[in-house]
């Protein structure tokens, strides 16, 4: 699976290419791409994303590191969706490090 430039990620996702984030959701509200969509690699990950998204869109994994993009990749072909096309080279810092863009989502913390 090919580490892609950031550059290309925003042309791809512009293009139609959704952007499945496989972080957790504190670390995807801290900040993620614009339009892309959260499903943590926990629990029934692949079944999520199958439901949500469908087999037959191109997507592009943003991933903590290479390992955890390899077990999304892997666990989504169980499902069926085979066309990821790779992952965002070097994760949201890389994103961050060319300057595009990130939306964030504030957290509330409950006290018991």
Same mark, same amino acid.
């Given at each position: 699976?090919?580490?892609? @430039? @950031?550059?290309? #990620?925003?042309?791809?996702?512009? &293009?139609?290419?959704?952007?499945?984030?496989? %972080?957790?959701?504190?670390? !995807?509200?801290?900040?993620?791409? @614009?339009?892309?969509?959260?499903?943590?690699?926990?629990?029934? !990950?692949? +079944?999520?994303?199958? +439901?949500?998204?469908?087999?037959?869109?191109? *997507?592009?994994?943003?991933?903590?590191?290479?390992?955890? +993009? =390899?077990?999304?990749?892997? %666990?989504?072909?169980?499902?069926?969706?085979?066309?990821?096309?790779?992952? *965002?080279? =070097?994760?949201?810092?890389?994103?961050? %490090? #060319?300057?595009? @863009? *990130?939306? !964030?989502?504030? &957290? #509330?913390?409950?006290?018991?």
């Amino acid at each position: 699976m090919p580490a892609l @430039p @950031p550059a290309e #990620v925003l042309g791809r996702q512009r &293009q139609g290419a959704a952007l499945l984030d496989t %972080r957790n959701a504190t670390l !995807f509200c801290s900040g993620h791409i @614009p339009g892309s969509i959260q499903i943590g690699l926990g629990g029934q !990950f692949a +079944a999520w994303a199958s +439901a949500i998204l469908g087999l037959d869109r191109e *997507l592009i994994l943003v991933a903590e590191d290479r390992k955890a +993009a =390899d077990e999304a990749r892997i %666990r989504l072909a169980r499902v069926g969706i085979e066309r990821v096309v790779g992952m *965002l080279d =070097d994760g949201i810092a890389g994103w961050a %490090r #060319v300057s595009l @863009p *990130l939306d !964030f989502i504030d &957290q #509330v913390r409950c006290r018991s």
